[in-house]
């Protein structure tokens, strides 16, 4: 496992003065990495047992997790497919212009405006991907177990391809397998016609800024200053883009649901 953070500045300023005007220019870059290996869900990562109670699972269930553990019925086993890296990248690129110009011996005049490329933050190794509704295809959406009732009237879980063919009622509303397209509507970092950070670049913004000083007394001893300026803040957190790595198709998290008996059979796998 390996926590890293490197960052990498320039930059370079440049003055002149001319009659009552001193003007200023600079520019400023930063290239910050953040790198945190083999990160991901640690308590699914080598697999997770939940024997708690469920009321809907008549069949394995003895009512009482630590029996349930004993027998080996289990409600629920997840485990993650991969462990991934989480890895921001955060581009800064900033320059201004500067005017200060002394108007008369008792009065000066700030003037500047500063700009801030905004340059989106991405995810090094193209880990990370996110939900485009447009991608979605409704036709490829799963088929899920619905409820109906058995001949005795209780409530149950079936295909809806093949209705009469019961299933414990833990099951309803979860993923038929073979029946999901799990990239349906997901684009990763790196695919055509998308960008690679996940979100547009937002140009350039201009921050301006007004100032001013006025000596009161005009003997130096006393002045009278005053200012206004907005102000973009491009040093994204290395969080900002969430936990995008953890997404299909990166990364899922199947679980199986209900124990037939005490070898841990599997019924179900989903999500």
Known sequence: MEDRSDTYTFSDNVTKIWNKHQFKAGVAFEHAHYLFEQSGPNDVFAGKFDFSHNTANTATNTTYPYANALLGYFNMYTESTNRTQYS?????????????????????????????????????????????????????????????????????????????????AALIGQIIPGTAVLKNGIFQAGDSGYPRPLV?????????????????????????????GTNFNPQNGSGITGDLQFNPPILYQPHIAISRGPLLLPVLVTR
């Not at 000066?108 to 996110?130: K, W």
């Not at 937002?202 to 206004?228: E, K, Y």
Request: overall charge neutral; cysteine-free; aromatic content about 14%.
């Open 200 to 228: 547009d670049y937002q140009g350039i913004l201009a921050a301006p800024r007004l100032g001013f000083a006025w000596d009161v007394f005009g003997n130096g001893s006393t002045a009278f200053r005053g200012g206004f």
């Open 88 to 168: 921001p990248v955060t581009p800064i690129l900033e320059f201004y212009v500067q005017d200060t110009w002394r108007i008369t011996p008792r009065w000066t005049l700030d003037l500047g405006v500063r700009f801030t490329a905004g340059i989106q933050q991405y995810q090094d190794n193209h880990l990370a991907s996110s939900f485009v509704p447009s991608l979605y295809d409704p036709s490829k959406a799963p088929l899920l177990y619905r409820p109906v009732l058995n001949g005795s009237g209780a409530r149950v879980a079936a295909d809806p391809r093949n209705p009469s063919v019961f299933l414990p």
